[in-house]
């Protein structure tokens, strides 16, 4: 168990929901069409889920009622094509899916997504004929901001007014963008455009994939399956051997969101885009149309945006309920800017302090790690700060090689599959790099391996742990299963939990000094995605603790950040940043009145600059001052 697990847990936080629309279906060979009952991948699908998965559920009829939901919310995530009478007409399948699964029958599934191609294309129809006529931008007139929990359209004229509304909303995103109302009219256009492309393109392995991953999502928001086309891009992913703008997308609501970016990629080095972006356009070059992403599968998403090196990709971004633009050059990922770094700080005392930013937990990383705090040490660093702020996740070996630099010897992780046994990982080499001072940097993107790592560290009472209110909260393991006939199954099979007993899951690594972020308050963590595995506890492991950081300790630290933060202007511009996104949180529509639209599109600073200033330095060089003043 224990070399399965350290060989294959790769810790990724890909979330593949893909979404599309179909009148007509084709096979992907271009051969005849699979009989739906005689599909044998679905029902290795099934019984890879039955066995392997984590909450080793069996499919029922409540089970059944939950895929028929999560089908159709991926189908038509905003409830902008089907009718409701569409959706009534299909619920005789929410006690039926867990016997038609059974015997590979997913004839269901191709005849809704059928239908709600015919829908779509009767949109696409209205939409154009909107265009072609005058838009009235005086009118006083709200949209949803999300209508994943709204009611379905009733009719075709709910459907044509709410198209209406969408599209004077692309016109105002366009216009605020700096485009003309011309030029906004054919970039709108060509997004409908490319829409009736492919809804008439799909293949039925497609519709396959977008079945089979909702059925995967009812079990929990990280298994899925990926067809053969898919894995083939995850697998891609996975070397890091991509030529494009180095960002790691997920879907949700219809909506594509940036869920990490690449160290050394193309994204992370301008310095704009942020994690909890949403995506809603891509245009190509400097001047092409840009194109609407918005429910928009991922997979094709990932394909309009990468691209060969040099080439420029124009993004629309909306974050916090306002849009803008702006231009990559792709470039391909440089391995070395994915290393480990290392910098020296200054204390307001004087003291040196040694800073090493790991983004990834990549094969070697524990090498390079230890290279560093010895250069650091031989310049005079009186600390090591370990920043994880970046830090998505990697291997688990690395991880638990890394926490011991840091430990004599002893546990690190414990692991639970599905079949409940429990496996302890233990660092067993005999002493350590670094005995000193020690900080580690975490943030809402700290997920998985960092987790493991940061949550160690606070348990053995080894170092100080500072950061957002928790961690990313991504405490399971992935497994990819290759389904004979086709594709794989990512699904999870495994849970970590702390030497202290608690899950990684949910509710993450919760720091000993918490200082103010925007993290804390955007949809980003585990915690938001529907269906997550709960936080839960098992037996802690007997440990040697340290005794470098003590309650009293942290104690004092925290009231001496807390009394300098009262006054530092740096921190009450992040209070007020947090203030307007939770204001603007409230809002449940946008006005599509030309004027009150643009009177609310402000506050969004979409300065690569800005975006890359580590505001948050000063008061981390002060605590870590102070943490080894007090030690």
Do not use: C
Not at 17 to 30: C, F, K, M, Y
Not at 308 to 318: A, E
Request: without cysteine; glycine residues 8%; hydrophobic residues 40%.
């Amino acid at each position: 168990m224990t070399t399965v697990l350290r060989s294959q847990m790769w810790i990724t936080l890909v979330l593949l929901a893909v979404t599309s629309v179909t009148p007509t279906l084709t096979a992907a060979d271009g051969g005849a069409r699979v009989a739906p009952s005689e599909d044998p991948v679905v029902r290795r699908v099934v019984e890879a889920l039955e066995g392997r998965h984590l909450r080793r559920w069996q499919l029922d009829d409540q089970l059944s009622e939950q895929i028929l939901e999560q089908y159709v919310s991926d189908l038509d995530p905003q409830r902008s094509y089907l009718f409701a009478s569409d959706v009534a007409e299909f619920a005789w399948a929410a006690t039926e899916l867990d016997d038609l699964l059974a015997s590979g029958d997913i004839s269901v599934a191709y005849d809704l997504y059928e239908r709600l191609g015919k829908r779509v294309l009767e949109a696409i129809d209205h939409a154009e004929s909107i265009l072609d006529g005058d838009i009235d931008f005086e009118r006083d007139e709200r949209i949803a901001v999300n209508r994943s929990k709204s009611e379905f359209v009733a009719d075709a004229a709910a459907r044509n007014d709410l198209t209406r509304r969408r599209i004077k909303l692309q016109l105002l995103e366009a216009m605020a963008a700096g485009e003309t109302l011309a030029e906004a009219k054919v970039s709108v256009a060509a997004t409908w455009s490319e829409l009736r492309r492919r809804t008439t393109q799909v293949k039925q392995a497609e519709v396959r994939e977008i079945f089979l991953t909702a059925l995967g999502h009812v079990y929990d928001p990280h298994t899925s399956y990926l067809s053969a086309a898919t894995l083939e891009e995850f697998q891609i992913a996975m070397r890091l051997e991509l030529e494009g703008i180095g960002a790691q997308l997920k879907s949700g609501n219809g909506l594509t969101f940036v869920d990490g970016l690449i160290a050394g990629g193309a994204a992370s080095n301008d310095g704009t885009l942020q994690i909890g972006d949403a995506i809603v356009a891509v245009g190509q070059g400097h001047d092409g149309a840009l194109v609407s992403i918005v429910n928009m599968r991922l997979l094709d998403v990932v394909g309009l945006i990468r691209g060969p090196k040099g080439s420029t990709v124009r993004l629309r971004v909306r974050r916090d309920d306002n849009s803008f633009e702006f231009s990559l050059t792709r470039a391909k990922v440089e391995l070395a800017e994915s290393a480990a770094k290392s910098r020296l700080e200054a204390g307001t005392s004087g003291r040196k302090f040694g800073f090493i930013e790991l983004p990834s937990f990549y094969r070697g990383a524990t090498a390079d790690v230890a290279r560093l705090i010895g250069e650091l040490e031989t310049q005079g660093a009186g600390a090591i700060v370990l920043d994880l702020r970046r830090n998505g996740g990697g291997a688990l070996d690395e991880a638990i090689e890394l926490t011991g630099l840091f430990i004599d010897r002893g546990a690190v992780v414990q692991v639970k599959s599905a079949d409940g046994t429990r496996t302890q990982h233990d660092d067993l080499d005999s002493g350590s790099r670094w005995d000193g001072p020690l900080v580690v940097l975490t943030s809402r993107r700290s997920a998985s391996a960092s987790e493991i790592v940061a949550g160690a560290i606070r348990d053995y009472r080894r170092g100080l742990v500072i950061g957002a209110g928790s961690t990313y909260g991504k405490g399971t393991v992935q497994q990819l299963v290759r389904i004979e006939g086709g594709g794989a199954l990512k699904v999870t099979s495994a849970q970590f939990y702390r030497v202290n007993g608690d899950s990684t899951q949910n509710l993450g690594v919760v720091p000993h000094i918490q200082l103010p972020s925007m993290e804390d308050h955007r949809v980003l963590g585990e915690a938001y995605m529907k269906r997550a595995l709960s936080f839960d506890r098992i037996d802690p492991v007997e440990i040697d603790a340290y005794r470098q950081v003590s309650p009293v300790l942290v104690e004092t630290l925290v009231v001496r950040s807390d009394k300098r933060r009262a006054s530092n202007p740096v921190f009450d511009k992040i209070r007020q940043e947090i203030t307007r996104h939770l204001e603007k949180k409230e809002r449940v529509s946008v006005p599509l009145q030309q004027g009150q639209y643009t009177a609310e599109q402000k506050g969004v600073e979409p300065s690569g600059h800005e975006a890359t200033v580590d505001r948050y330095l000063e008061e981390i060089l002060s605590i870590v001052d102070d943490y080894v003043t007090l030690q």
